[in-house]
């Protein structure tokens, strides 16, 4: 008799979870994944429908590419867009503080870099557009100015690429 008590009681309570489980009211928003639903390494994941194409380049971006390219087509130049500060320098090997040198640049980019006719970056182009008079932004290009300063690069920052920037840039890459 008692059996039947404790496994009434135990299907009561599987029951009652299940039920408050399924009235949960649905945000409409998409479900995340839970550490626990995450597969582990060795589960293949479906690829088809998981990825969406997005834009290299803002229009602002682009206008000021195709400006900074016709420059540097004339001098012999040439042009890149969203580097990595990674691909710029690194931290010095054997400083005790590598890593945290690293990764205070890991995940910085910067909007533009010319390059001479061998190939050397040497100047850097940062479109500062509205979101660079945030606090936090200015603290960031402060930053990232430093760190490029640091190993010889030239900065040029500017809202708009005029005929007074392309000038600069010429200025540069002459020297």
């Known amino acids: 008799m008692q059996l039947f008590i404790i496994a009434a009681l135990l299907g009561f309570i599987f029951f009652v979870i299940q039920a408050t489980q399924k009235k949960q009211p649905s945000t409409g928003a998409p479900k995340t994944e839970t550490i626990e639903e995450l597969p582990n390494a ?5 690829i ?3 990825y969406q194409k997005k834009w290299l380049l ?7 590419f195709k400006k900074i390219k016709a420059v540097t087509d004339e001098i012999s130049c040439y042009t890149f867009s969203k580097v990595r500060l990674l691909d710029l320098l690194e931290p ?4 005790t503080k590598y890593k945290t040198y690293f990764y205070k640049v890991q995940a910085k980019h910067v909007d533009f870099v010319i390059l001479d006719e061998k190939l ?7 479109l500062d557009d509205a ?4 606090e936090d932004r200015k603290k960031r290009d402060v930053f990232v100015d430093e760190v490029l300063q640091s190993v ?3 900065i040029i920052h500017t809202r708009a690429i005029t005929e007074e920037v392309q000038q600069q840039i010429r ?3 002459k020297t």
Request: contains cysteine.
């Open 92 to 95: 010095v090997k054997g400083n």
């Open 42 to 46: 060795n589960t293949p994941l479906p």
């Open 131 to 134: 979101s660079h008079d945030a």
């Open 58 to 64: 803002t229009y602002n971006e682009k206008d000021a």
């Open 152 to 154: 010889g690069y030239r």
């Open 48 to 50: 088809a429908g998981a």
């Open 171 to 173: 200025e540069i890459m």
């Open 120 to 126: 050397v970056a040497r100047c850097v182009v940062e």
